[in-house]
């Protein structure tokens, strides 16, 4: 009877876990106390908030994903609002707030919360700073490195240049991955120390004095032409290059009779003709917009795909090119920014946006009504109901009170024999009394 009962709990228990399909912990306040051993990633968020319910449904992928890698990563997600001592304990001022803790070591993620993104975001941080990799598995980086740069140490693991290596991959090795290949037929003829990114199925070797390395990295670590967002346009401001911002379309750049695609492979082809110039490339970084909000955004007028323009992050400046879209060529995109570099240099240089304070005020105003001229066109019922429902209200009132007749006699309100600091309910009882005194004595 007894083994019988225990089955029975071992069975059911069994059901309950099985029947858990998501691969999301639930956690509570008593995360504090594990944070620090081993890999967490953690969504810290608030039900109420509107951004975290759109995360939920790619956390939960997310989840799913690093579960099949059998990297020993724990996706967990914890309700803020249940155990505020835990935001208040990581100083989480702001949701959704996604953290990776690494052995106790904690890197905010501020990314595009695309599941893709997230997921390559928490193999890097949980892979080693710097991977020792064989030449053999070495063309699979560079398969990976296609659409996710990574940087390479060729040579033995010592000396100055792997010590800064080294150094820097220990700041930066959430955003971008490193590796070292070292080989017993080091001494072999072609065989050269040297460090490389891998990107846009090529190899490029940094050139020049190990100071340096840190800021090259820095430039080297987006593709050529890489998909900027609202999520990462700022990381890639701090490139130290401008950005060329090539407004285009997520899937009409596969359409093959839309004019759309036909810009976006012409820019294509034009960032990789600015790696052969190697001054122009170090001063500009390619990159294409899905849509063109951001774009309107930035130039507080409405834009529309293709166009293309420069922007630097750092002051909100952008530049423009006269040249319609429809008409540029490779070689005229390529002369505008030769051109802009000069006037940049020189000082004569037409800028438009800014950061004043003239300008933060425009861009306030115009993204105001961007916002509203976004709701009505994603959301037209909700948004009719939510300026339409108060205006209504607002119009009825308005009318009342215009139509109201305010001619009557002031009288009528106050008599003149009554005090009028009287009580109102005393007031009614007497008028009461009067009125069934004289229905009384009209009865009678
Ligand atoms: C952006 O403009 C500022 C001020 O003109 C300049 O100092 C900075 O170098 C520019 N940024 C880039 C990436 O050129
Ligand atoms: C491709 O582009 C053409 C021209 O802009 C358009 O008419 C067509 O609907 C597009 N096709 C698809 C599948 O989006």
Redesign the pocket.
Known sequence: MRILFIHFAVLFTFCLCSNIPSSVLELNEKFVEVKNEGMWFIEFYAPWCAHCKRLHPVWDQVGHTLADTNLPIRVGKLDCTRFPSVPNSLGINGYPTLIFFRNGKRIDYRGSRERDALVSFAKRCAAPTIEKITRRQLDKVKLDSRTDPSFIFYGKPSGAEYEKFQEISNKMFSLVRFYSLSEDKENQEGFKTRICVLKDNAEFEFVGNVEELEHWVNRERWPGFVAASSANLAEI?AS???VVLAVSNELEKYNTSSEIQKFHSLVESASKELRKDRKLWE?FQFAWLDGSDLASQIQMTTIKAPHLFVF????Y?YYLTEDEPQKMTKNSILVFLKQLAES?DKGTVV?FGGRDLFTRIKRMVFEFYWNIAQMFATQPLLSSCLFGVPIAFLSIICYSICSADFSVDRDEFYPDDEDPLLDDEEESEKEDEEEYDENHEKAE
């Open positions: 401001g130290g290059k401008l001063r630097n992050y750092t002051t400046e940049v800028a």
